[in-house]
């Protein structure tokens, strides 16, 4: 089993930064992907980022702005949010891979205009 916990949402305003974090705990030693989707309000989920072997993977919509990372040593998935927008507002979970998905529950994401 796999635990993902989130930190780091919170309301800002238009061009403002944020950067989450997912700490994850558990059997990490065969996670082979790690991600960041959103939900945005009345939408359905979307893919942010993901990271494997060191490869990343970005949604258009982002590419240029946010950052995923991975820290192994604290066993933790970042998430840096640069020049954030109104559309970018969204509940964010944190997202790994073994053999099957894990998620943690989410963290909300505020952009102000």
């Known amino acids: 089993q796999v635990q993902l916990l989130e930190s780091g949402g919170g309301l800002v305003q238009t061009g403002e930064s944020l950067r989450l974090s997912c700490e994850v705990s558990?059997?990490?030693?065969?996670?082979?992907?790690m991600g960041w989707y959103r939900r945005p309000p009345g939408k359905q989920r979307e893919l942010v980022a993901s990271i494997r072997s060191g490869t990343t993977n970005y949604a258009d919509s982002v590419k240029g702005r946010f950052t995923i990372s991975r820290h192994n040593a604290k066993n933790t998935v970042y998430l840096q949010m640069n020049s954030l927008k109104p559309e970018d507002t969204a509940v964010y979970y944190c997202?790994?891979?073994?053999?099957?998905?894990?998620w943690g529950q989410g963290t909300q994401v505020t952009v102000s205009s």
């Open positions: 997202n790994a891979v073994d053999d099957k998905p894990y």
């Open positions: 558990g059997s990490i030693f065969r996670i082979n992907v």
